[in-house]
């Protein structure tokens, strides 16, 4: 019995049912059904107007940190596992850059043994170099013998001769990733069972460790020679 009067007393505060206090036991009758829809027709409306409320107070923040400057998120991390998974993470990342691009690649990875992952690497990086983006792949002497020549192909003919575009090779490279904007970086994790397979991508959106990875590659960029297939 509680449970019913505490839905009743919940009907009379709604507006949607009327009580006789003076009875014993409580009496309650329901209102006429015009005036039950009306009630619940602006209950509803104040409902939706408050959470538009606070939507709009949300964006207006979000846009008064943007204008500001003020980061919303200052780190943040993403990983996908699977080869797969990992190159499509590689490549969302890869679009994303707005101004530089550094790519590093220390041994064979199995992305370069499939000439449809390589075709999309390809294409991002064109892409990236159509939007203004500064492209520098720094790799090993050791990966580019292993490169498929469908690989040196697209090399020569899409991105060797651009202005923007540049590789160099190096025995002192370790590790494969790729630093975005110098605010990002995207480490490939190689598989611990099978050799030449990636294991999974991690993305790190965090300014201080992009500079770090960039200050580990400058002094071996500058030490590279230029490749030229």
Not at 33 to 50: C, G, H, N, T
Not at 139 to 158: A, I, K, M
Request: hydrophobic share 40%; aromatic share 6%.
């Amino acid at each position: 019995m509680g449970r019913i009067y505490d839905v009743l007393n919940s009907l009379e505060t709604q507006g949607l049912a009327r009580s006789q206090t003076a009875s014993r036991p409580k009496k309650y009758v329901a209102v006429e059904p015009d005036a039950a829809m009306d009630r619940l027709l602006a209950d509803k409306k104040r409902e939706l107007q408050q959470q538009v409320q606070q939507y709009e107070d949300i964006v207006e923040e979000l846009v008064g940190q943007l204008e500001t400057g003020a980061p919303v998120e200052e780190t943040f991390w993403t990983a996908s596992v699977g080869q797969a998974a990992a190159i499509d993470l590689q490549i969302e990342r890869l679009a994303a850059a707005d101004e530089r691009i550094v790519m590093v690649a220390s041994s064979p990875v199995g992305q370069f043994d499939l000439d449809s992952a390589a075709t999309r690497l390809t294409e991002a990086l064109e892409d990236a170099l159509d939007r203004g983006v500064t492209v520098s792949v720094l790799l090993t002497p050791q990966l580019v013998e292993t490169l498929p020549e469908s690989v040196g192909r697209d090399y020569r003919e899409r991105l060797q001769d651009h202005d923007r575009f540049e590789t160099r090779v190096s025995d002192d490279v370790t590790g494969t990733f790729e630093i975005i904007d110098d605010t990002e970086v995207c480490i490939e994790v190689p598989h611990p069972l099978t050799d030449g397979e990636t294991f999974a991508a991690i993305d790190l959106k965090d300014p201080d460790f992009a500079a770090d990875m960039r200050a580990e590659f400058d002094p071996r960029w500058d030490g590279a020679e230029t490749l030229r297939l």
